[in-house]
Nanobody, 121 residues
């Protein structure tokens, strides 16, 4: 059974930084990549950043230039470095294992439990 455990969330002032980690355990055979999602109060869950198995990264426009996704395959850990945080970045952040659908690495097969990020002005 696949488990994803996030850590690194917390409270920070606007302009500050946080680094999220997500440790994956269990056997993941069908993944095409991983991603970080977030859910802000009153909003739907949205993709923040993703990385495919070949290392290709994508970012939501709202975080480009501020967030960096990376992974350590040996440690089976996914990271999200978040710099220059804004109040609108406050959300619960989830890591996810993604699987292919119709040739696109877009579906989610497993979710973490989420980690809270609070950004104060």
């Amino acid at each position: 059974q696949v488990q994803l455990v996030e850590s690194g969330g917390g409270s920070v002032q606007a302009g500050g930084s946080l680094k999220l980690s997500c440790v994956v355990s269990g056997d993941v055979f069908t993944t095409c990549g991983m991603g970080w999602y977030r859910q802000r109060p009153g909003k739907e869950r949205e993709l923040v950043s993703a990385i495919t198995n070949d290392g290709t990264t994508t970012y939501a426009d709202s975080v480009k230039g501020r967030f960096t996704i990376s992974q350590d395959n040996a440690k089976k850990t996914l990271y999200l470095q978040m710099n220059s945080l804004k109040t609108e970045d406050a959300a619960v952040y989830y890591c996810a294992v993604r699987r292919a659908n119709m040739g696109l690495c877009s579906d989610v097969s497993n979710w973490g439990q989420g980690t809270q990020v609070t950004v104060s002005s």
